[in-house]
């Protein structure tokens, strides 16, 4: 059974390879910038240890026991991990790093790598680690609006949304116009937006925020 952890929002660098001076020539260098490191020798240790729920990033090396990485980062994805990761090999070539940025990659460096090139990779993924994270916060925080709507508001947000004037929007729903007005005005007040323009884009959004009653 996976260990408890203590929860907590600031990012990881995962580090998995079976080189054992690499594992701590990372460690170190990513703690000297104070990094949170953890580091695992193989994919199965990965797969034990690790919290795939924490912030951060994976830097894998494609070479691996059992599995290669861009096999491994498919598995992971397969059971839904979204981690970004940094490749790394002893062995490239250009197909494999075809292959490897193909997958979604951030970055695939040939070993040996300086430093900097190293972290800049992870400073990267991070990044785009952090963005995921605040794009699906505010995709939830909009799917908890778009709740509150009754589904008559609905109705009209999406009819305005297309563009259709009060006048239509009564006349396709059987309602009057005054009615129409007043489950415009909850919808942009629930919704939190000041104009039609706003309206729209939002809209848009909505349809993959929340599910069809």
């Known amino acids: 059974m996976r260990e408890t952890r203590e929860v907590t929002s600031s990012p990881l660098v995962n580090i998995v390879d079976d080189d054992v001076s690499m594992r701590e020539s990372l460690t170190d260098l990513f703690r000297s910038i104070s990094y949170e490191v953890s580091a695992f020798d193989s994919p199965d240790e990965f797969l034990r240890r690790s919290d795939l729920t924490r912030p951060g990033c994976i830097v894998l090396d494609v070479r691996l026991p059992g599995i290669n990485g861009i096999e491994f980062k498919a598995q992971l994805e ?7 990761v940094v490749f790394m090999t002893g062995f490239g070539d250009i197909s494999m790093s075809v292959r490897a940025m193909k997958s979604g990659a951030v970055d695939f460096l040939a070993k040996p790598f300086r430093d900097q090139e190293i972290i800049d990779a992870v400073m990267a993924a991070i990044g785009r680690d952090a963005a995921r994270r605040h794009d699906l916060q505010h995709h939830k925080a909009l799917a908890a609006r778009v709740e509150l709507l ?6 009209v947000m999406d009819a305005v949304a297309q ?3 009060n006048k239509q929007i009564a006349f ?6 005054v009615t129409v007005k007043l489950h415009r005005g909850n919808v942009m007040r629930k919704l939190e937006v000041r104009s039609v323009a706003q309206l729209v884009r939002m809209t848009d959004r909505t349809h993959d925020a929340s599910p069809r009653a």
Do not use: D, Y
């Open 172 to 177: 396709n729903l059987g309602i009057s116009e």
């Open 78 to 84: 397969r059971n839904g991990s979204v981690l970004p």
């Open 163 to 165: 563009g259709l004037m």
């Open 150 to 155: 009754t589904p008559r508001e609905r109705e």
